[in-house]
């Protein structure tokens, strides 16, 4: 699927941002994850007549990130480490124990679509172990039954977690003239006007 | 600068990196990813070497570093060593060693180096990774991305010098490979030069996989003949056979690359369906009989006697851009100098006048590709038309800030590189070239009614005004519904700039050499006119007579034959019906002329309508000679394989028919040799084309005189202006001065449009048919038009339509293309089964089409 008519004008500004529009390839690559739930070929496509940029230098750009995804996935990603920290903690354990309990193969995805099994390396969090993520949120300590009330509370929608590709609840919109920018050299000395002030605004 | 390689004191440029520096004075640091046309990436890190600057050695990758005043490198110490061992182990834990049955082992970078450098066991037992073996991804280029190294080369080449970056690397770390978009193929005009320098046997095409073995080849430095930038080439064979073609790295013309034309366009060469021995049939009384094959006696004798029957103005020979130098020599000798007819032309209406390419002031392609210089382009898409010179020009845009102002009918594969970009109205290209020259001298100028805005014009005159190191300007037949005329008035109206120089582009493959050798109507060898007195000596005692009257051009010649004019029409390499702008024209000439020999490699369509005789003629790669490039840089073109059968080399075949008509009249010409020194002995412009010149520039060539910046101007300029316009049979009146406004074509009545001819790479051509890398690859018939025409047509896109003019129609799909202006409608010359010349009468300066559905 391409870009919606209202993300692609959400994608002209990014790309007004930028100096060249091609800076603006991951930001719109993450706009149409938060769309698809994953990176479509037509958004791809898409997103290189954007930019100016060929469909293959998309793809090879995207590729080299993780978070980027060519495949449909779940609504909600799990990684379990399984990196020597969680490995002696018993996450080899409950990878197989997460496999068994949804019924998929590690790397898929269950019938509803709901949940994406995938096995991680250290994601930095070894005083948890054995831990994993949901759609990039921690979960520390998790015993077997931590695990199967997760997919429960994720199949019930009890848990405050967006879907998978969602960037971000709140978006930011900061006017014009309190943008940071780029500052000319010769204004270089002085922080810009809203700098250690509180009141920024953070509009939803 | 000095610094010093192993102990040993070497002279560096600044700016150069290490690796060239050391190359340079002999030592070769191994590489796999540095390539010299290309920009360092430092990826396969094998050209580590010990470097100190002044704080130690240390080990630095030498394709990255650039020389600099002390340097120390140590390229044979323990340390290096082990750094080279270290990284080609590491290279080859993914490798699948599967040398025995790859195509690159004999001649693999990865294997030699491993020889020389590398670790000679493998310490790595686990599994390698493992991928599907080949992906085609392209028609011909196939990917093994087993035998990867991830060095870059084909993807920096597709994108830094092709433009075309449609492979990529895809995936990170252990997981990263080469590869397409999902259903985008390496569909580059340029993808075979990937193959070749592809340093292992990742990238292999489809000509030459599995064919040969590296040790089995023998090569021969040539030309390339499919067009007219003259690309070197190492051509190489086995057991008596052309395998495959590589580009060689001429500095002046091709920077080692080729189109895929060019390097698979051999292919056609070993077709099942070459000539291989004259044949002959019976035209008479209107049906044909069956074609028998002959002896060359009784094929020779049979044109030698029509020739001698008639007067010689009514004998004519089309073509011979095909031949070498020393066969249009002789071709030129045996039509004017033996038989005295100067109805010769090696254009087939699809060329400028001789006049203007030859006698205005030559660029070279480096002269047009110099740094900071300004290029305008009045002619065809360099893109489709002559490809390596699109890479040239492309280089110098995007590296060496060489500013483009086009102006041409419709968007080329330089459009979104150009600076400016002016679409004139189909005829309309000369008066806006008079008010583009008049802005930029501070003359007041109309902007008329060229279509293009005065803004424009003005943005424009301003970059060429600023261009004070001169300007070159690519100069050809953008759009080959448009008369000569028009590209030629354009000319002219350019040339009032002060120091501008013309690289013409004129697209047949050896057409400036045709020029040179006098196969063209008026003209002798070496830019002498019939007329003129130039070398009058030399030329007499070579040649037996002269014509006694000027002649006619290829539109002429076939108006004349269609009339009852012509009793003896000779096709030397040519396809009239298919190359000629005419169509219509070239039937009816071919049907008219009494008898229609062919001197060709294959039974084209013309000479399946027409001829009775058809002689066999050696192709390149087959015969010895050499070549004449659209700068006029002339480099040998040669020999590797016997041509098929009994064919003959063409400059024999003119030399058989010329000692049939005049016996004694080729005496010692029994060589190329011998022919070129003749050719240098007659033509001032040749005299630089000695033996030794030759070998002493195997690889660049030799600049003709008057070629370039550096030549002296051509012979043939006289009084400021070269003389334009011949006065034949039909030719519209000379454009001299500034074209008069008051004849500018009108613009359309509402829903026709102007037609726009222009070629694409592959085409329908006769080669290309025979080729069978290019099947499939021309473009289908399409009616190109504005999207804002297609909106206010009632047709949509993708509807059959067909495309009519006052003198024919051709089939086509309606397509919707920014790059047309509103009011033009382009379609591809030569589409299968759509030949645009359908479409196109002789001699008008612009064809109005409509379109209707069917």
Same mark, same amino acid.
Request: net charge negative; aromatic share 6%; charged share 20%.
């Given at each position: 699927?391409?870009?919606?008519?209202?993300?692609?004008?959400l994608?002209?500004?990014i790309?007004?941002?930028?100096?060249?529009?091609?800076?603006?390839?991951i930001?719109?690559?993450?706009?149409?994850?938060?769309q698809?739930?994953?990176?479509?070929?037509?958004?791809?496509?898409?997103?290189?007549?954007l930019?100016g940029?060929?469909?293959?230098?998309?793809k090879?750009?995207a590729?080299?990130y993780?978070?980027?995804?060519?495949?449909?996935v779940?609504?909600?990603?799990?990684?379990v480490?399984?990196?020597?920290?969680?490995?002696?903690?018993?996450?080899?354990e409950?990878?197989?124990?997460a496999?068994?309990?949804?019924?998929?193969?590690v790397?898929?995805?269950?019938?509803?679509?709901?949940?994406?099994?995938e096995?991680?390396?250290?994601?930095?969090?070894?005083?948890?172990?054995p831990?994993?993520?949901?759609n990039?949120r921690?979960?520390?300590?998790?015993t077997?039954?931590d695990?199967?009330?997760?997919?429960?509370?994720?199949?019930?929608s009890?848990?405050?977690?967006?879907?998978h590709g969602?960037?971000s609840?709140?978006r930011?919109?900061?006017?014009a003239?309190?943008?940071?920018g780029?500052?000319?050299?010769?204004?270089?000395?002085e922080a810009?006007?809203?700098?250690g002030?509180?009141?920024?605004?953070?509009a939803? | 600068?000095?610094?010093?390689?192993d102990?040993v004191?070497?002279?560096?440029?600044?700016g150069e990196m290490?690796?060239e520096?050391?190359e340079?004075?002999?030592?070769?640091?191994?590489?796999?990813?540095?390539?010299?046309r290309?920009?360092p990436?430092?990826?396969?890190?094998?050209?580590l070497?010990?470097?100190?600057?002044?704080?130690?050695f240390?080990?630095?990758?030498?394709?990255?570093?650039?020389v600099?005043e002390?340097?120390?490198?140590?390229?044979?110490?323990?340390?290096?060593?082990k750094?080279?061992?270290g990284?080609?182990?590491?290279?080859?834990?993914?490798?699948?060693?599967?040398? %025995?049955?790859?195509?690159?082992?004999g001649?693999?970078?990865l294997q030699?180096q491993?020889?020389?450098?590398?670790?000679?066991?493998?310490?790595?037992?686990e599994?390698?990774?493992h991928?599907?073996?080949?992906?085609a991804?392209?028609e011909?280029?196939?990917?093994?991305?087993e035998?990867?190294?991830?060095?870059?080369?084909?993807?920096r080449?597709?994108?830094?010098?092709?433009?075309d970056?449609?492979i990529?690397?895809?995936?990170?770390?252990?997981?990263?490979?080469?590869n397409?978009?999902?259903?985008e193929?390496f569909?580059?005009?340029?993808?075979?030069?990937?193959?070749?320098?592809?340093p292992?046997?990742?990238?292999t095409a489809?000509p030459?996989?599995?064919?040969?073995?590296?040790?089995?080849l023998?090569e021969t430095?040539?030309?390339?003949?499919?067009d007219?930038?003259?690309?070197?080439?190492?051509?190489q064979?086995s057991?008596?056979r052309?395998?495959?073609?590589?580009g060689?790295?001429?500095?002046a013309?091709?920077w080692?690359?080729?189109?895929d034309?060019?390097?698979?366009?051999?292919?056609?060469?070993?077709?099942?369906?070459?000539l291989?021995a004259?044949?002959l049939?019976?035209?008479?009384?209107?049906?044909?009989s069956?074609?028998?094959e002959a002896?060359?006696?009784e094929?020779?004798?049979?044109?030698a006697?029509?020739?001698?029957?008639? %007067?010689?103005e009514?004998?004519?020979?089309?073509?011979?851009?095909r031949?070498t130098?020393?066969?249009?020599?002789?071709w030129?000798k045996?039509a004017?100098?033996?038989i005295?007819?100067?109805?010769?032309?090696?254009?087939?209406?699809?060329?400028?006048?001789?006049?203007?390419?030859?006698?205005?002031?030559?660029?070279t392609?480096?002269?047009?590709?110099r740094?900071?210089?300004?290029v305008?382009?009045?002619?065809?898409?360099?893109?489709?038309?002559?490809?390596?010179l699109?890479l040239?020009?492309?280089h110098?845009?995007?590296?060496?800030?060489?500013k483009?102002?086009?102006?041409?009918?419709?968007?080329?594969?330089?459009?979104?590189?150009?600076?400016?970009?002016?679409?004139?109205?189909?005829?309309?290209?000369?008066?806006l070239?008079s008010?583009?020259?008049?802005a930029?001298?501070?003359?007041?100028?109309?902007?008329?009614?060229?279509?293009?805005?005065?803004s424009?014009?003005?943005?424009?005159?301003?970059?060429?005004?600023?261009a004070?190191?001169?300007?070159?300007?690519?100069?050809?037949?953008?759009?080959?519904?448009?008369?000569?005329?028009v590209?030629?008035?354009?000319a002219?109206?350019?040339?009032?700039? %002060?120091?501008?120089r013309?690289?013409?582009?004129?697209?047949?493959?050896?057409?400036?050499?045709?020029l040179?050798?006098?196969?063209?109507?008026?003209?002798?060898?070496?830019?002498v006119?019939?007329?003129?007195?130039e070398?009058?000596?030399s030329l007499?005692?070579?040649?037996?007579?002269r014509?006694?009257?000027?002649?006619?051009?290829?539109?002429?010649?076939?108006?004349?034959?269609?009339?009852?004019d012509?009793?003896?029409?000779?096709?030397?390499?040519?396809? %009239?019906?298919?190359?000629?702008?005419?169509?219509?024209?070239?039937?009816?000439?071919?049907?008219?002329?009494s008898?229609v020999?062919?001197?060709?490699?294959?039974?084209?369509?013309?000479?399946t309508l027409a001829?009775?005789i058809?002689?066999a003629?050696a192709?390149?790669?087959?015969?010895?000679?050499?070549?004449?490039?659209?700068?006029?840089?002339?480099?040998?073109?040669?020999?590797?394989v016997?041509?098929?059968?009994?064919?003959r080399?063409?400059?024999?075949?003119?030399?058989?028919?010329a000692?049939?008509?005049?016996p004694?009249?080729?005496?010692?010409?029994?060589s190329?040799?011998?022919?070129?020194?003749?050719l240098?002995?007659?033509?001032?412009?040749?005299?630089s084309?000695?033996?030794?010149?030759?070998?002493?520039?195997p690889?660049?060539g030799?600049?003709?005189?008057g070629?370039?910046?550096?030549?002296?101007?051509?012979g043939?300029r006289?009084?400021?202006?070269?003389?334009?316009?011949?006065?034949?049979?039909?030719?519209?009146?000379?454009?001299?001065?500034?074209?008069?406004?008051?004849?500018?074509?009108?613009?359309?009545?509402?829903?026709?449009f102007?037609?726009?001819?222009?070629?694409?790479m592959y085409?329908?051509g006769?080669?290309?048919r025979?080729?069978p890398?290019?099947?499939?690859?021309?473009?289908?018939?399409?009616?190109?038009?504005?999207?804002?025409d297609?909106?206010?047509?009632?047709?949509?896109?993708?509807?059959?339509?067909?495309?009519v003019?006052?003198?024919?129609?051709i089939?086509?799909?309606?397509?919707a293309?920014?790059?047309?202006?509103?009011?033009?409608l382009?379609?591809h010359?030569?589409?299968?089964?759509?030949?645009?010349?359908?479409?196109?009468?002789?001699?008008?300066?612009?064809?109005a089409?409509e379109?209707?559905?069917?």
């Open positions: 699927m391409t870009l919606s008519p209202a993300n692609e004008a994608a002209a500004e790309i007004s941002w930028f100096p060249r529009s091609r800076s603006a390839l930001p719109l690559l993450h706009l149409a994850q938060e698809d739930g994953y990176l479509t070929d037509d958004a791809m496509r898409h997103i290189g007549e930019v940029a060929t469909p293959a230098e998309v090879g750009t590729g080299f993780e978070m980027f995804r060519f495949e449909p779940g609504t909600y990603m799990i990684n480490c399984t990196n020597i920290s969680c490995l002696l903690w018993g996450g080899e409950l990878l197989h124990h496999a068994e309990s949804l019924g998929v193969e790397g898929g995805t269950t019938d509803d679509g709901m949940i994406t099994l096995e991680a390396e250290c994601i930095a969090a070894c005083t948890e172990a831990c994993l993520q949901v990039y921690y979960r520390g300590r998790v077997h039954d695990f199967d009330r997760l997919v429960d509370d994720l199949r019930a009890r848990l405050d977690i967006p879907r969602a960037l609840a709140v930011q919109s900061i006017p003239e309190r943008l940071a780029v500052i000319p050299p010769e204004q270089a000395r810009p006007v809203w700098l002030r509180n009141d920024v605004e953070v939803g | 600068m000095e610094i010093t390689v102990g004191a070497v002279q560096a440029t600044p290490l690796i520096a050391c340079r004075s002999g030592t070769y640091i191994p590489r796999f990813c540095y390539h010299s290309m920009s990436v430092g990826m396969c890190r094998m050209c070497v010990e470097v100190d600057t002044g704080r130690g240390a080990l630095q990758p030498s394709c990255m570093v650039p600099s002390g340097m120390k490198v140590s390229t044979e110490s323990e340390v290096t060593k750094a080279q061992d990284v080609l182990e590491f290279l080859l834990i993914n490798h699948p060693l599967d040398c %025995p049955v790859c195509d690159k082992g001649e693999c970078p030699d491993t020889m020389a450098y590398g670790p000679g066991e493998t310490r790595f037992v599994e390698k990774r991928f599907a073996k080949p992906i991804i392209s011909t280029v196939y990917l093994d991305r035998r990867c190294i991830l060095c870059d080369r084909c993807t080449f597709a994108d830094e010098v092709a433009g970056a449609l990529q690397f895809m995936g990170r770390g252990n997981h990263t490979e080469v397409t978009f999902p259903d193929p569909a580059s005009y340029f993808s075979g030069n990937t193959v070749q320098i592809c292992v046997g990742a990238l489809a030459y996989r599995f064919k040969a073995r590296p040790w089995d023998t430095l040539s030309t390339a003949w499919v007219s930038v003259g690309a070197r080439v190492a051509v064979a057991r008596n052309v395998l495959r073609v590589l060689a790295d001429a500095d013309v091709n080692g690359w080729l189109t034309k060019e390097r698979f366009g051999f292919e056609a060469l070993n077709s099942a369906e070459r291989t004259p044949m049939r019976d035209a008479a009384g209107g049906g044909v069956e074609w028998q002896g060359w006696g094929a020779l004798d049979r044109i006697g029509a020739v001698g029957a008639v %007067p010689p009514r004998v004519a020979v089309l073509g011979g851009a031949l130098n020393e066969a249009q020599y002789m030129a045996l004017k100098g033996v005295g007819t100067d109805n010769v032309d090696a254009q087939l209406g699809d060329g400028l006048d001789p006049a203007v390419v030859l006698g205005l002031p030559r660029a392609i480096d002269d047009a590709c740094p900071g210089g300004t305008v382009l009045i002619g065809p898409d360099p893109k489709e038309e002559l490809g390596t699109y040239r020009l492309r110098g845009i995007v590296n060496d800030g060489v483009l102002i086009e102006v041409t009918p419709c968007e080329t594969g330089l459009s979104h590189l150009a600076q400016h970009s002016l679409r004139p109205r189909p005829g309309t290209a000369a008066q070239v008010a583009l020259v008049a930029a001298v501070g003359d007041g100028f109309e902007a008329g009614s060229t279509g293009v805005d005065r424009e014009i003005e943005a424009a005159a301003q970059c060429l005004a600023e004070d190191d001169g300007v070159t300007a690519v100069l050809g037949r953008a759009s080959l519904a448009e008369g000569a005329e590209v030629e008035a354009a002219m109206e350019l040339s009032a700039l %002060p120091s501008v013309f690289l013409p582009a004129l697209r047949r493959g050896n057409v400036m050499g045709a040179e050798a006098g196969l063209a109507p008026e003209l002798l060898p070496g830019r006119r019939l007329d003129g007195v070398d009058e000596g007499a005692e070579a040649w037996p007579r014509p006694a009257a000027a002649g006619l051009d290829a539109a002429s010649v076939l108006r004349a034959a269609a009339r009852g012509i009793d003896v029409l000779v096709l030397v390499g040519a396809d %009239p019906l298919n190359d000629f702008i005419d169509r219509d024209l070239a039937y009816r000439g071919l049907r008219g002329a008898l020999a062919a001197v060709d490699m294959f039974l084209n369509d013309s000479a001829a009775e058809v002689l003629a192709g390149p790669t087959e015969c010895d000679g050499t070549f004449t490039n659209l700068e006029g840089r002339v480099s040998p073109m040669s020999r590797k016997t041509p098929p059968g009994t064919s080399p063409d400059w024999m075949i003119a030399a058989d028919l000692e049939r008509l005049k004694g009249s080729t005496e010692g010409l029994d190329p040799q011998a022919i070129r020194a003749e240098a002995r007659v033509s001032s412009v040749h005299s084309l000695t033996e030794q010149a030759l070998q002493e520039n690889v660049e030799v600049l003709l005189a070629a370039g910046a550096t030549g002296k101007a051509g043939w006289r009084s400021g202006r070269p003389t334009m316009g011949r006065s034949p049979v039909g030719r519209t009146e000379p454009a001299t001065g500034p074209a008069g406004r008051e004849d500018l074509p009108e613009p359309p009545p509402d829903g026709a102007l037609l726009v001819a222009t070629r694409t085409d329908d006769t080669m290309l025979h080729c890398s290019s099947q499939g690859l021309a473009p289908a018939a399409s009616a190109r038009i504005n999207p804002a297609l909106d206010r047509s009632s047709l949509g896109e993708g509807a059959a339509v067909r495309v003019s006052d003198f024919g129609h089939e086509a799909t309606l397509t293309d920014r790059g047309v202006p509103a009011g033009s382009r379609v010359w030569l589409a299968p089964g759509s030949p645009a010349n359908s479409l196109i009468a002789a001699g008008t300066d612009v064809t089409v379109v209707e559905a069917r």
